[in-house]
Structures are given as C-alpha cells and as structure tokens.
C-alpha cells in the first residue's frame, strides 16, 4: 500500500524536526536516524527540489548531531552578542567573558573586537534552543539550565552553521549549473567544502564566522548571477543586502563588494541596470550591515571604527604569500584542491570574463589583506588552515567547476592523458624509492609511513635545492617555508636551547 503525496510536507517536517531536536541536544539521539527516515520517505513521495534539499539537510543534521563540538578559539566571543542581547539586553559582555575566559573586567564595560553578523544570523536558532530547553524543563526533566550558555543554546550555533552552509551551497550549485552542468556543479561544491577550512569550521568548531562567511559569499556569488541574468530593482536590493549580511560577518569579505561594482558598471554601460537600483542594493547593504554599525557606536562610541586598532594591518602586506604558500597555515598547502580551484578561475576567465577575472581581483585584495596582519598572527594562530579565507572558498568552487570542465573535455579528446599522469606519478614513486634503497635505508621491509616520509623529504631538498641554485638562500629559505615552516623561536623550542645528547632530529642536517 501506497502512501499518499499529500503526507510528504507532514513527514519531512517531522523528520527536519526531530533531527533538529538531535543537533540541539545529543541525549535525544533518535531523531538522528529517524529523522532522515522520514524525510527520504517524503522525498520518495515528491521528488523536487525542495525535497531533494530536505534531504539534504537532514543528514547533515544527523552527522552534526553525532559531534561533540569544539568551543574554542574565538568562539565565545561571536557567541558573546546571543546571550548579551538575548538574556541580558545589552552589549556589555563582562558575563559573558566571565563564563567563557573567567576574567570579566571588574571596571567599565568589556567589548567585543568581533564581529556581530554571525549571531545575527544565529538567532533563530538560539530562540529555538531556548524554546527546547523550556519544554525540556516542562516534562520535568529539566537536564539543561535555562541560562543562555547550557549545552543546547551553545550546539544551536552548531545548527545554524549546518543549515546555513547547506543552503548557500545548494544556491552555489545552481548558480554553477546553468553554466557547467549539475553533475560538475554538485562535485565542485562539494569538493569546496569538504576539502577547505570549511568542513572544520561547519561541523566541529561552528561558533565562529567562518561557515557562515562561506554560506553568505556563495549566497553572494548566487545572487550575483541573478542579477547578472535578469536585473531587477528586487535582484539588486538581494545583491547588497546579501553582501551588507557578508560584510557584517567578516568585514573584510566587502572586498565582494568588487564583483556587484564591476557588474553595476557594466550593466548601466549596456543601459541594462537603472541608477534607483544600484541605490536599492546601497540602501539594502546599509541596512543589512547596521547591527555592525551599532555594535561599534555602542561599543566603541564610533560607527566605524577598527576594533583592534588602526595599527593592526600592515598595508604593506609583508605577508601575502606566506598565507597562500607556507606550511603554516597556508592556504594552499592545507587545502591543495584550492589551488586547483584558483587555476580554475585562471582558465575560466575565457568563459565569463567579468565574473573570473573579477573573481581573481577579490580573491588578489582578499591574499593581499591577510598578509597585513600583524606578524605574530598572520598564520591566525592554532587555526585549522587558512581560515581567513573562507569568503573566498565559493569563488575557488567556481574555478574548480571550470577546471572540472575543462579536464572532461581534455580526457575526450585524450583517453590516455589521466592514465599517463597516474603512471608517471608512479614511475616518480620508484624513482625514489629505489634512491632510498641504494642508501641502504630499506635493507628488508619498506613501511608505508617511512617511504612517504622520506619521498616527502627527498621532496623538499631537491625543490630547495633547485631554489638555492636560482635564488641563493631566499630560495632556500622559501622552500624550507613551503614544505616545513616550523622555526626555531615560534612555537617549536621557545628556551631557545638544544641538547644535543636528545636533540630531535629536525634539528639537525641530513643527521
């Protein structure tokens, strides 16, 4: 017997909601895999999109309720705007660095130097958490204070983050599908997100701007597109109100803002966009950023103003390649299909110069940016990978999709190109392997984690030592940064002495 279709909006709400209840409070784990049950029934019944984006994000949903999520970092201090304007109806957060770091300020008013647009966004969600814990105490279980800082309220950032990660990369893959295809679409994004910063910043440490900075960029790029195809009063004022959200949340995601200046000049050039407009999608971006705008008149007595202080970035940038290129948190060190994402955006800009080359220009200021951070914190701390760079991951999405692309075209033409690489990648394998064995390193077994480590070292000295002979000790220098960029004084020996009896053997040359 057949369900009716009339039951499928009935039982992907039961199952959004019952997984949702799982995400908010890990004791109530049925709703992790009942949840998605309900939901593909559902979807079994109606097969839309919408459906299909139910589905979706309900198991997202139930990979997010089965995490323990990390409150580290500067989660706190994001998280700090909830239960200040929530519980305490203020934006003074001696409270809340009470309970976070124990050291509220025993004079004046303690405030924040981040930004205010992820709690914005957050809110709902903290409203249901705080709804849930209500009801919890109602049966009489009453397992979680209502406090504002109990384990539910803090994981509601965790399925705010989720929800809107999902939703802005559902947007990104439509956006990319009309040009390159679904299947190319939903493989760059996906690669965009599960091999970025992103997946980190989604499921394990999501009290912090960075998922949702990528869920507002791909929103961005998505909005963008529409405008781009049909312009309209109602598709500008999206535009800037999705970027004013995007720059509320990391401010130096404005530089966004390039690709809507670049489309506006283009658009009034060709007589296709009007002047009330672009004034719309002003006015739509003021209005979207002016929480921001607050938090600081309230905060620092100013509506603009840099929290951390007008010394902070260096605009010299002495650091710009450092963020893309070392070892220490590089961008493209830790996430290398990033790299291959921006050749990407490289190869596309035949296709759609304005959005790739545009895209090149932001993602050039944005390098450019974080280079000028302060020495001390240009590798943003104990951060997985280059965080700083979550804005930009929907651009990277892009150019993988072109490069997706251009790679199916090219293995048409020539069947044996990927099977060659795979060889001749191979062949360089055993190259080395065999270089380690005549040095009598492997005299009976050869363990998979030493063969790697040594190619992975042999690596590093031939690119050193190729740098060396063009560059001299810059080239050196540089290699040693790209493959290791651990140095001496920053964090791996800070006594500053060696004992040489014990001393580790990256310590020393060749032994």
Known sequence: MSLPKELAPTLAGAGLSWAAISVLDPTRMTGAFVGPLFVFAGLGLRRTARFAFAAVLVTAWALAARISIEFRGDSGSYFAYLHSVGFDHDLDFGNEWQEFRGDAPSLGRRVSVFSAGPAVLWSPFYLAAHLYVRLDQLTGRELYPRDGFSLPYRRATLLGTVTLVALGGALLVASITRARGFAIAILAVAGAIFASPILYYTFFVPAMSHGVAFALAATFLWAWERARRCPSVGAWAILGGTLGLLAACRWQASLNGILAVLLALEGVARKTVRIPWLVAAATAGVIA??????????????????????????LSSPHWLETLVSADHGFFN?????????????????DSPLLHLGGLLVFALTAWTNGSVPSFDWAAGDAFGARRYSEVVPLMALGLASALDLSVRLLRRARLLAPAAAVALLVLWNVGLISHFRAREYPDAAPLERVAEDQAKALHRSVRDGLGVIAGEKGRAFAYDLFSAEYFYRGLNQSGTILLRTADERYLLRG
Do not use: Y
């Open 289 to 314: 950023f002016s929480p921001q705008l607050i938090a600081w008149k309230l905060g620092f007595g100013e509506w603009i103003v840099i929290p951390q202080g007008r010394g902070f970035l260096d």
């Open 334 to 350: 830790w996430t290398p299909l990033m790299f291959i994402g921006f050749l990407g955006l490289v190869a596309g800009a035949r």
